[in-house]
């Protein structure tokens, strides 16, 4: 039989089987501080309503703090048989503050309480991410800025297609994580409300100052039925799966740099403090931590569907369930944070080779486009000027030249009445130059929008 905690007087103690299998103590603790700073605001409020005295708050709060104390010594003692961080810590409580200790529980339950600490946890978390991601789009935009004019193939099916800077092709993954960085504060608005006052499923019968705890914890507002604010979980959810676009972003990312840093490639080079060695082959250099960004993928996706499921199908209100969202939770919100900081120095140390991706660009006749625009601009239907052109790449190919080494005469026997301004737009810098406008490829472009995004990111 397993030893019994002080509280529950109506039961004979679980099994030590079912103890050990109910308890969360093991992995809740990490709500510890936040279940501190709950328990502190909703003490202070119920002095302040009268609904305990003065002396027994302040016990409570000369109390918690001893706990606070020994917990960030590493000096509280941990029992699974207080199940969970709420027992062990009331437990401790009231060994230091006796009855005072007994009345913090007043006009509140366990499941009101939970909810609260998951969501102090996960505010402060989901800030800290979107600080990482800030840092990581500063590392895009200073790489955007200094190859705003570095030439590259753009691809399309992996296969050549277009001149494009890679400037603008790091802006890309900007854009990406602008959007994840809104999406992480949307979900914040839902997240701020605080459950705290909805007790176990129906609000107390104490007269609460619910208003006055949510602003001495920081919370935009209070949760307005209590039956919902106990069991809801959909803002886990919600950040597991704004956590999963980031991660999908990464992995695209990681990808390219794999496929970038092979010698196939070549585009860049990623510095040593990034890569590891073979214990066989001497001469690799293996992008690992490129790889085990992808890899990670997995964990923060399964989080995702794991708050989901765990949400399925439950009936109002809380249900026991809901203790197994924590795990995916912290796992989730660890590791998109530890890859966030990977990405944020991959980003920002890369280091590309501007002649490996202009020899792969002129290889790959991306200029093909921009001719056959030309003769459209002059008034060949688009689709005429498609097939004059592919025309003109076989030749190349079977003269094993390209494009911008086509003299005049030689055009012209494929294009009659080429001219000298066919030729140059044949030149990708002049394809790309082309292409100013809000979104384009053009160095001016890139440079515009590294500008006007570094100024955007100040004022947060
Ligand atoms: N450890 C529990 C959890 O994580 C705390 C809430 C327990 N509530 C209850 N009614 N048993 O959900």
Known sequence: MNKKSG????????????????????????????????????????????????????????GLATVRAEIAADKFEWREEDEDVHMNIER???????????KLHTARSRNDQVATDLRLWLREESDALRGELKTARLALLAQAEK??????????????????????HLLAYDDMLARDIGRLADGRRRLNMLPLGSGALAGVGYPIDRARVAKSLDFDGVCQNAADAVSARDFAAEFAAAAAVVMAHFSRFCEEVVLWSSPAFGFIRLPDSLCAGSSIMPQKKNPDIAELMRGKCGR????????????????????????????????CAD???ACARMFAQMA???????????????????????????????????RSAHEAVAGVVNYAERAGILLEEFTLPELKTLVPGADKKMLQVLQPENA??????????????????????????AGW
Not at 308 to 319: F, I, R, S
């Open 7 to 62: 509280w529950n007087k109506r039961l004979r103690p679980l099994s030590a089987a079912a103890a050990a299998f109910n308890a969360s103590v093991g992995f809740d603790r990490r709500l510890a501080m936040h279940d501190i700073a709950a328990s502190l605001a909703h003490a202070e409020m119920l002095a302040a309503q009268n609904i305990i005295a003065q002396k027994d708050y302040r016990a409570i709060a000369k």
């Open 92 to 102: 401790r409580l009231t060994e230091l503050a006796g009855d005072a200790g007994r």
């Open 147 to 168: 190859y705003a004019s570095v030439l590259m193939p753009g691809m399309t099916h992996l296969q050549p297609a277009q001149p494009i800077t890679f400037g603008h």
């Open 300 to 331: 923060v996706f399964g989080a995702a569907v794991a708050l989901l499921t765990v949400m399925k199908g439950q009936p109002l209100a809380y249900n026991k369930d809901n203790q197994e969202d924590k795990e995916a939770l912290f796992d």
């Open 335 to 337: 590791t998109v944070r």
């Open 348 to 382: 920002a140390e890369m280091k590309a080779d501007k002649k490996k991706m202009r020899a792969h660009l002129d290889l790959g006749f991306c200029g093909a486009t921009e001719l056959a625009d030309e003769l459209a601009r002059r008034g060949t239907p688009f």
């Open 432 to 457: 790309v130059a082309a292409r100013s406008h809000t979104g384009g490829t053009a160095p001016r472009e890139v440079l515009r929008q590294v500008k006007k995004r570094k100024r955007e990111i």
